[in-house]
C-alpha cells in the first residue's frame, strides 16, 4: 500500500497538469479568436509593396530609406539616436 501512494500522486499530479494546459489553450484560443495552430491573421509583405520608397536599388537600401529618429536623451519618453 505504501508504495502505491507515490505513484497515486504521480498520476493525480499529471491529471491536473493535463487539465491546467488544455484549459490554458482552450482560453489562448477564445481571447485570439483564431484556431490555436494557425497563422498570424496579419499577412507578410514585402516592403517595397508597402511603399515604392522601400525598393532596393543596385546597391542596396537607397538613401530614401533612412529613417530621422527624433527625441531628447535627457527626456524619458523619446528615443534618443544612441538607442536607434
Same mark, same amino acid.
Given at each position: 500500500m505504501q508504495a502505491l501512494i507515490p505513484w497515486g500522486v504521480a498520476v493525480?499530479?499529471?491529471a491536473v497538469s493535463v487539465l491546467a494546459v488544455s484549459f490554458g489553450l482552450r482560453?489562448?484560443?477564445?481571447?485570439? &479568436?483564431?484556431?490555436?495552430w494557425?497563422?498570424?491573421? $496579419?499577412?507578410?509583405? /514585402?516592403? #517595397?509593396?508597402v511603399d515604392p520608397v522601400f525598393a532596393v536599388g543596385p546597391l &542596396?537600401?537607397?538613401p530614401?530609406?533612412?529613417?530621422? $529618429?527624433?527625441?531628447d /536623451?535627457? #527626456?524619458?519618453?523619446?528615443?534618443?539616436?544612441?538607442e536607434a
Open positions: 493525480l499530479a499529471i482560453e489562448r484560443r477564445r481571447r485570439k &479568436g483564431r484556431p490555436l494557425d497563422r498570424s491573421p $496579419v499577412p507578410v509583405t /514585402p516592403l #517595397n509593396e &542596396g537600401y537607397t530614401e530609406v533612412e529613417a530621422v $529618429v527624433i527625441g /536623451p535627457g #527626456n524619458l519618453a523619446t528615443t534618443s539616436e544612441t
